[in-house]
């Protein structure tokens, strides 16, 4: 590794304290938040899953990427509305089958409202995938990752909110 990529690596640190049954509070910079499962999974149901964060970090990185890569390629937007599950064998974490315990797949809907062409935002979506790191993370995990990325109005963005 050359010097000039090496001044370019920065640490993501974060230290995490066991508080019992499944939960767990997680120290990242000046924040603090909770990880914690179900109570029929023996949790407290107090805070999100480790893969809900995962899902929630996905969208948000694909936002900061977006807005990142919108602005580079003056793509305007008036808003944006992401919407993701992924799909998880449980039997994997449980140890009752050998399948792999992360997601099997994760589905993204992203709705824009702009008067932008469909070409344009293929070419935004197209440098988003290169460049999001959550993206690329599950992609390289082997994880079958869909995006549908499509133009829709300001009514329709507002239902899809309310979700």
Known sequence: MN???????????????????????????????????PEKLGGTNEGPTPLEYVIGAFNGCLLVVIEMVAKEQQFLFKDVVIESYGTVDRRGL???????????????????????TNERLDNLQAEVQKRCPMYNLLV??????QLNWHISDEEDVKERRNV
Request: net charge neutral; hydrophobic share 40%.
């Open 3 to 37: 010097k000039t990529s090496e001044n370019q690596l920065r640490k993501v640190k974060a230290s995490s304290s066991w508080l019992g049954k499944m939960k767990t509070r997680q120290y990242v910079r000046d924040f603090t938040f909770l990880v914690d499962e």
């Open 94 to 116: 449980l140890g009752i089958a050998d399948v792999l315990p992360h997601f099997q797949k994760v589905v993204n809907n992203i709705t824009f409202v702009t008067e932008e």
């Open 140 to 145: 390289d995990a082997g994880i079958d990752v």
